[in-house]
């Protein structure tokens, strides 16, 4: 039905930069929100960053003024750009997105299977 793929993460130095990119694929009538979650071990995967299909944005307190989301709707893409990275950012990141397959009427979410960042003090 729908399939997402991340890729960027990888190993940095804090205050460094890391893309992140996801994109979506397979049988797609329309995608609504976007958003990345993170998830270190033992804790509560939480929501970093939010994008509507409108360009409404939320951010978590702890990544404001540092992560910028946006979305390439021609591409099915949604992207995360991380500045200033610090080593509290360390974890693995997972897409999501709420879309609509074209086998089915009603909305759901799809995730993805996460890529890993790490960041070294």
């Known amino acids: 039905q729908v399939q997402l793929v991340e890729s960027g993460g990888g190993l940095v130095q804090a205050g460094g930069s890391l893309r992140l990119s996801c994109a979506a694929s397979g049988s797609i009538f329309s995608i609504d929100a976007m958003a990345w979650y993170r998830q270190t071990p033992g804790k509560q995967r939480d929501l970093v960053a939010a994008i509507t299909s409108g360009g409404s944005i939320n951010y978590a307190d702890s990544v404001r003024d540092r992560f910028t989301i946006s979305r390439d709707n021609a591409k099915n893409t949604v992207y995360l750009q991380m500045n200033s990275l610090k080593p509290e950012d360390t974890a693995v990141y997972y897409c999501?997105?709420?879309?609509?397959?074209?086998?089915?009427?009603?909305?759901?979410?799809?995730w993805g299977q996460g890529t890993q960042v790490t960041v070294s003090s």
């Open positions: 999501v997105c709420t879309a609509r397959a074209r086998t089915s009427i009603r909305h759901a979410d799809y």
